[in-house]
């Protein structure tokens, strides 16, 4: 669209005010006011609609709720060469309940749809166009229409729009006004939420009771508390984790928290008390928020050392066990934290001096590093995450991976950012419940990558965590050792000298599942750039998928992109196995494939029969033969109705070239079946020649052959013989051949486990000959051209001697 505009959502409100641009000077003062008298004149307007409407005349701006969504938009349309080409703005309606438009004098620009004609709205000085928006047509149940309109653009003059929408609050349910339904006026349309199932943003409160003591049993009054108000938006997530959080940023924090209660909303203390101690009782909690806005949470208080639950884990307790395993102590990780680390790593390279190549490829991960994180820190847990290494496992996912009791264990949970299915155990959850709880027990799931450890982590078997430990350590950049490694237990600890990053699984149960039982997750290494683990085998699988689709890459190519993606430096030898590997192995697979076409095709026959109009045929002569009273059929000739123009035209067309590119060719008929097709080059006297056999459909050029359309010299051979081009082309290309082809309905065919076997001769793919002798790199050079200079000739330079330095070469 040829039209730029600049919005501003929600300008009324006074907090942010200081938002809006502060250039150029007064802008904001003048948007502010111009906004707060839109806003009454919008009122005033919906009023009057509302009275136009028959209806009281607060009746539409009490429907489109309190905190209706207020937002302008300068529109800017410069000049345009050439109008008829594009618009300025598409032809749309209004999402808003009413618009406000000021367009600036002296340009039209503006157009509305009237009758199926476009009429231009003329500007006039100082008056609005008011335009009804879906919301008016929704809630008037279509007795006002929202306008279709479009913005035109102009040849020589710029012009300026400000438009101001009026819209519904997220929360509000949009539909037809009651009062406008009736028999004869049915409800036009359904009715909607602006919010469109986005119920996370609803803003609910929680007043936590705070700095008091519980009194009676039961208890019933919270004595000299306090109280502070949260507002939250985000309920439907909302864990144990995350209240946790609030009451650390409640006066006191968790320092003396026994534990917490919620009051179930319209009961007593006495008996609405309901503990708070994990997931599960936080989703009870959050189910209540769904009928009611506010809800209160009472902090319970240790009174004395022994005053302590013994069957559910402190807060502070679980807090702490966060914080001490977070690396950045449970806090979220800023930009300064990935800047800090880098720079350490910056320190660090004065142990590289000298290796040109590794200072620049480690300066050159940190600014990757440091671009990425400016743009979102979470990215850096990918591909960079050596820098970063342990910072994400641990601060975002807490409450998953370090406060599971055995209890917990037990019990399955599904988590909403978890891509791998989780069943859940308590059957009344419905789909959105189970959405919110976070809790989890975790399998570990191969196809997602960057999952990290965590304690109670659940692997297959050993030999699956071993292969993660390896994808790890790559992620992770960083070689390790084996302390033990048997079929029950594998202990594995970081083989930089000094680091204690150490993980130990063993085999848990009956199964064979291993389960990770101790891990300490931080590294006090630096990453490093020669991996021992990344091996052949390990580019080979990593890179499987760019050699099979890329197999002339070069093994320098490969190189490049194991260091781009693993972070490490190969040498190239070790790259061409990886290579050499792969390629082997696409073409063992080529061999099976081979190996089963013959099933395939008895397969294809089977569910696919009668399409085969061989037997047609036969019966058809059969029946020919009985008619005429012939006994073989030997020396007759049958002539098909075949139509010889009877060809598409993209043939037609390859034909055609053919023809224009026969005329320089010459040629000689040697007698037999074959003719000589030739072409003098009279400036180098060079003869170019090739052989086409119009019998065999063939020309050494093997254009013909390959495509089926006589290639220029078998096109030159043909009208030499006086023969018609169009009937050397292949049968394929005939159109009742091609309809043949696709006449039938091709029935899908079951997998390679149920084909018939076919123990006949083998199929094999056909042999790659390799040309004799190295590949010749080099253009063959012309007689007079002379011998390649390959090296630069220093003549007029005075060689001197690298010793004595006396001029006249060596000494
Ligand atoms: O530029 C105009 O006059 C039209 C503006 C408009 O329709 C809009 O912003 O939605
Ligand atoms: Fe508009």
Redesign the pocket.
């Known amino acids: 669209m040829w039209?730029e505009?600049l919005a501003h959502p929600r300008h009324l409100l006074d907090d942010v005010f200081h938002l809006l641009p502060p250039n150029p000077p007064q802008y904001r003062e003048v948007i502010a006011e111009y906004s707060k008298e839109i806003y009454v004149l919008m009122k005033r307007l919906l009023s009057l609609i509302s009275q136009g409407l028959g209806l009281e005349q607060n009746c539409l701006e009490t429907k489109l709720g309190k905190t209706p969504t207020f937002r302008a938009?300068g529109?800017y349309?410069p000049p345009c060469p050439d109008p008829e080409l594009t618009l300025?703005?598409n032809v749309?309606t209004?999402i808003s309940a009413l618009?406000i438009?000021r367009?600036s004098e002296g340009v039209t620009?503006?157009q509305v749809l009237q009758n199926g004609n476009w009429v231009p709205?003329e500007p006039i000085p100082d008056a609005f166009?008011i335009?009804i928006g879906d919301q008016i047509q929704v809630l008037s149940n279509g007795r006002f229409r929202s306008v279709h309109?479009?913005?035109v653009t102009n040849r020589t003059r710029k012009?300026?729009?400000l438009?101001t929408?009026y819209g519904p609050s997220k929360d509000t349910i949009i539909g037809p006004i009651r009062d406008l339904i009736d028999e004869q006026h049915p409800p036009l349309l359904r009715f909607v939420s602006l919010d469109l199932g986005e119920k996370r943003q609803r803003k609910v409160k929680i007043r936590f009771h705070h700095c008091g003591s519980f009194e009676g049993n039961p208890k019933s009054t919270y004595l000299d508390g306090k109280v502070q108000v949260v507002e939250y938006y985000d309920i439907e997530e909302l864990c144990y984790w995350d209240l946790l959080l609030m009451v650390h940023q409640l006066k006191h924090g968790l320092n003396n928290v026994k534990c917490l209660y919620f009051l179930e909303p319209g009961k007593s203390l006495e008996d609405g008390l309901k503990l708070l101690f994990d997931d599960n009782s936080v989703l009870e909690f959050s189910n209540c928020l769904k009928s009611v806005d506010e809800i209160s949470i009472y902090v319970d208080h240790i009174g004395d050392e022994n005053d302590k639950f013994t069957n559910i884990p402190l807060p502070k307790a679980l807090f702490e066990s966060i914080d001490e395993s977070s690396n950045k102590h449970g806090k979220e990780i800023t930009m300064d934290d990935i800047e800090d680390d880098l720079d350490m790593h910056d320190m660090n390279f004065s142990s590289d001096e000298g290796n040109d190549e590794l200072v620049s490829a480690r300066e050159q991960v940190t600014k990757y590093v440091k671009d990425l994180v400016r743009l979102n820190i979470d990215d850096v847990d990918g591909s960079f995450s050596s820098q970063t290494r342990g910072t994400k496992d641990h601060s975002v996912e807490p409450s998953r991976t370090h406060h599971m009791t055995d209890d917990e264990h037990d019990s399955d949970y599904i988590d909403s950012d978890d891509p791998g299915s989780y069943i859940t155990t308590n059957d009344d959850l419905d789909a959105d419940d189970a959405r919110r709880v976070q809790s989890r027990r975790l399998s570990y799931n191969p196809s997602i990558s960057n999952q990290g450890f965590f304690v109670g982590q659940i692997f297959r078997d050993a030999s699956q965590f071993r292969t993660a430990l390896n994808d790890h350590s790559l992620e992770k950049r960083f070689s390790y050792k084996y302390k033990k490694n048997d079929a029950s237990r594998v202990r594995a600890y970081c083989a930089a000298n000094g680091c204690q990053w150490e993980i130990l699984a063993s085999i848990h149960g009956n199964d064979n599942s291993f389960w990770i039982k101790t891990y300490i997750s931080e590294h006090s290494c630096l990453p490093i750039i020669h991996n021992k683990r990344v091996t052949s085998n390990v580019i080979a699988s990593k890179f499987k998928d760019e050699i099979s689709r890329m197999p002339y890459m070069k093994a320098t190519h490969i190189r490049a992109l194991v260091r781009q993606k693993l972070g490490v430096m190969v040498n190239i030898s070790k790259v061409r196995r990886a290579k050499l590997q792969v390629i082997k192995s696409i073409q063992e697979k080529y061999i099976e494939e081979f190996k089963i076409l013959r099933e395939y095709c008895d397969e294809l026959c089977e569910t696919n029969p009668g399409q085969d109009d061989t037997d047609n045929w036969k019966w058809f002569l059969e029946l020919l033969m009985n008619d005429l009273d012939i006994v073989d059929g030997t020396g007759l000739t049958i002539i098909s109705d075949m139509q010889k123009n009877d060809y598409g035209p993209r043939i037609l067309a390859k034909l055609e070239k053919s023809r224009v590119l026969a005329s320089k060719w010459e040629v000689d008929w040697n007698g037999g079946i074959y003719h000589e097709v030739f072409y003098v080059n009279t400036v180098d006297n060079i003869r170019e020649s090739y052989t086409v056999c119009l019998r065999n459909s063939t020309c050494t050029c093997q254009g013909w052959d390959i495509s089926g359309v006589p290639c220029p010299h078998a096109f030159s051979a043909v009208i030499y013989e006086g023969g018609d081009p169009k009937d050397y082309l292949d049968d394929c290309y005939r159109r009742d051949n091609y309809l043949k082809a696709y006449k039938h309905m091709l029935h899908p065919v079951k997998g390679p486990m149920f084909w018939p076997k076919n123990n006949t001769e083998l199929i094999v793919p056909p042999i790659r000959k390799k040309k004799l002798g190295r590949p010749q790199k080099e253009r063959m050079r012309e007689e007079l051209e002379g011998p390649k200079k390959s090296k630069l000739f220093r003549v007029g330079r005075i060689m001197k001697c690298s010793i004595c330095r006396l001029e006249g070469g060596k000494t």
């Open positions: 039209s505009c938009q529109n349309y300025g703005l749309h209004d618009t438009v367009q620009g503006l709205v166009v335009n309109h479009r913005a012009r300026v729009s438009a929408f």
